[in-house]
């Protein structure tokens, strides 16, 4: 079993950045594919970002590119999520997931999730 927790959220205004964390337990995470999904009220649930633990690739929704930037540190057993020039509709629920395959990273169906951590961007 593998624990997650994401921290980091809160309220920023647009333009602004914020950096979440991911710390895991339970488990490393370094044999494991990480990944952040966000929920916006009255939407559902949506792919932002990925990192594989085989090779490092990283994946990015285009929503995100080039605005967010996704990382790990095995050392720590942690995700982060750089999140820069944050617009009003990046405001949601953000998760982070974790899974031994990579076809679940961009389903969506990935083994372990944490509670989420609520970010609001005002404009």
């Known amino acids: 079993q593998v624990q997650l927790v994401e921290s980091g959220g809160g309220l920023v205004q647009a333009g602004g950045s914020l950096r979440l964390s991911c710390a895991a337990s339970?488990?490393?995470?370094?044999?494991?594919?990480m990944g952040w999904f966000r929920q916006a009220p009255g939407k559902e649930r949506e792919f932002v970002a990925a990192?594989?633990?085989?090779?490092?690739?990283?994946d990015y929704d285009d929503s995100v590119k080039g605005r967010f930037t996704i990382s790990r540190d095995n050392a720590k057993n942690t995700v982060f999520l750089q999140m820069n020039s944050l617009k009003p509709e990046d405001t949601a629920v953000y998760y982070c997931?974790?899974?031994?395959?990579?076809?679940?990273?961009?389903?969506?169906?990935?083994?372990?999730w944490g509670k989420g951590t609520l970010v609001t961007v005002s404009s």
């Open positions: 997931a974790a899974d031994i395959r990579r076809s679940a990273v961009r389903a969506g169906t990935m083994d372990y």
């Open positions: 339970g488990r490393t995470i370094s044999s494991y594919h």
């Open positions: 990192i594989m633990w085989s090779d490092g690739y990283t």
